[in-house]
């Protein structure tokens, strides 16, 4: 298999359809192109092995002939491979809330997203959000405390064991550090148990050695 990915730094969905990759235990080949430059716009325009049947988007998975993009995509066809119990809760009632939770994390949240896109080199002090991100912010934060309030007990992740609702939140959790978002105690540890995760380390530490620079995505939001 091969996963194309965008810039380690900014690209949020990349993290999430990496994780995803690295959580099936299959083994894959990662190749990372640079968001807008030359090579992005070649493999944009490459139909065989790179990002045309994605229209130009990362992350694209390829297993032989056989080619998935879109992150959630990409999260379900490898648990179909390896097995659901992998990515989701065994209960019912948990698998339930940890896919509206995914699902939600999918589609929702454009406040945050567009203004404080993930920068996960960048500290940015006295960050002043829109009344948007805040009720983003604090969802989020609820869909959290109640994921760990009644599956957490099994471990330090949202339902106990790393899974697909971790994959889908860890660049949440990326964005509240870069911010300086002030979050609750119980969030902090959350935060903590995901971002010292292996593979998060290992991408914190590829992204902190990446020379690419994307000046959109280097200020701090002024709302």
């Known amino acids: 298999m091969k996963l194309i990915i965008g810039n380690k730094n900014y690209s949020s969905w990349s993290l999430r359809g990496w994780l995803a990759a690295k959580q099936s235990g299959l083994h894959f080949e990662e190749i990372i192109v640079p968001m807008f430059g030359e090579e992005w716009q070649q493999k944009k325009l490459q139909e065989e092995g790179g990002m045309m049947p994605s229209s130009g988007k990362v992350p694209i998975l390829w297993d032989e002939e056989t080619v998935v993009w879109d992150s ?7 648990s179909d491979k390896v097995g659901r119990d992998r990515f ?13 939770m995914v699902a939600e994390m999918h589609s929702s949240y454009a406040s945050l997203r567009s203004e404080c896109p993930m920068n ?55 964005r509240f550090l870069s911010y300086g978002f002030g979050v609750p105690g119980f969030a902090e540890s959350y935060m903590q148990a995901v971002w010292e995760h292996e593979w998060l380390q290992a991408w914190i530490a590829a992204a902190e050695d990446e020379e690419w620079v994307i000046e959109q995505y280097e200020g701090a939001p002024a709302a």
């Open 72 to 78: 959630l995509a990409i999260l379900e066809y490898l």
């Open 88 to 100: 989701w809760p065994k209960d019912d009632t948990a698998r339930g809330m940890a896919r509206s």
């Open 120 to 174: 996960i080199r960048q500290r940015f002090e006295g960050a002043r959000i829109s009344d948007g991100t805040k009720q983003d912010v604090v969802r989020i934060l609820g869909l959290w405390a109640e994921a760990r309030a009644r599956f957490g007990s099994g471990g330090p992740f949202l339902f106990g064991t790393f899974g697909a609702a971790d994959i889908y939140y860890a660049p949440v959790v990326s």
